[in-house]
């Protein structure tokens, strides 16, 4: 047993007691084969609200400097993440992304790239989501998180259903084209749910 198999049932208890949490739509995400969840990103509270909300295991992208801490770079790498360097097109981070989706595995990236606090409309974000959608036969899902992580409030974590990425490749967008329409996806399921959280 790895440490993320070990760890999510406990993170997973942490949440529960924590927050009043509500999945949505977890029929939309595939039991199997490479899917790609792009979310909107409120705190560094959601790769673990996200993981802990699916039955199968979840890796994810982030940040470089998280790994430049002592202890928790490595622990971080234990529990499925892996860094990337934003703003600079890191080539062996976007390979290992292709790489994991092409084995199968369930990868969460946020495309804006940066958190967005307020619930702010989705503004432009980075290309490397619409990349790897282009560049893969992943599921690409849209997932929206509303909630403002406050004791006992309430967290929405919603999926929403596949993106047409058949149609994206037949037009030929450009990677930042398609992160564009991924974000449209996870605007409007953020639109549809937004209501009381607390």
């Known amino acids: 047993m790895n440490l993320y198999s070990f760890g999510k049932?406990?993170?997973?208890?942490?949440?529960?007691?924590?927050?009043?949490?509500?999945?949505i739509g977890l029929e939309n995400v595939p039991g199997q084969g490479g899917v790609l969840i792009c979310s909107n990103h409120l705190s560094?509270?959601?790769p673990p609200m996200v993981g802990v909300s699916l039955s199968r295991p979840l890796s994810f992208v982030a940040k470089?400097?998280?790994?430049?801490?002592?202890?928790?770079?490595?622990?971080?790498?234990?529990?499925?993440a892996f860094p990337i360097r934003r703003g600079t097109?890191?080539?062996?981070?976007?390979?290992?992304?292709?790489?994991?989706?092409?084995?199968?595995?369930?990868?969460?990236i946020f495309p804006e790239g940066h958190r967005n606090l307020e619930h702010a409309p989705m503004k432009k974000g980075l290309s490397g989501a619409g990349?790897?959608?282009?560049?893969?036969?992943?599921?690409?899902?849209?997932?929206?998180?509303?909630?403002?992580?406050?004791?006992?409030?309430?967290?929405?974590?919603?999926?929403?259903?596949?993106?047409?990425?058949?149609?994206?490749?037949?037009?030929?967008?450009?990677?930042?084209?398609a992160s564009a329409v991924i974000m449209e996806h996870i605007q409007a399921l953020l639109d549809e749910h937004t209501g009381p959280t607390a």
């Open 9 to 23: 049932p406990i993170v997973k208890l942490f949440y529960q007691l924590t927050f009043k949490i509500q999945v």
């Open 44 to 46: 560094n509270f959601d």
């Open 64 to 80: 470089s400097e998280l790994f430049d801490i002592p202890g928790f770079g490595r622990l971080l790498s234990h529990l499925n």
């Open 89 to 108: 097109g890191d080539r062996g981070a976007l390979r290992l992304a292709i790489k994991l989706i092409r084995e199968g595995h369930a990868l969460l």
């Open 131 to 177: 990349f790897f959608a282009l560049q893969t036969d992943a599921v690409v899902l849209p997932c929206a998180i509303i909630g403002n992580y406050r004791f006992r409030s309430t967290m929405k974590i919603i999926f929403g259903k596949p993106i047409n990425t058949k149609e994206m490749k037949e037009l030929k967008l450009k990677s930042s084209e």
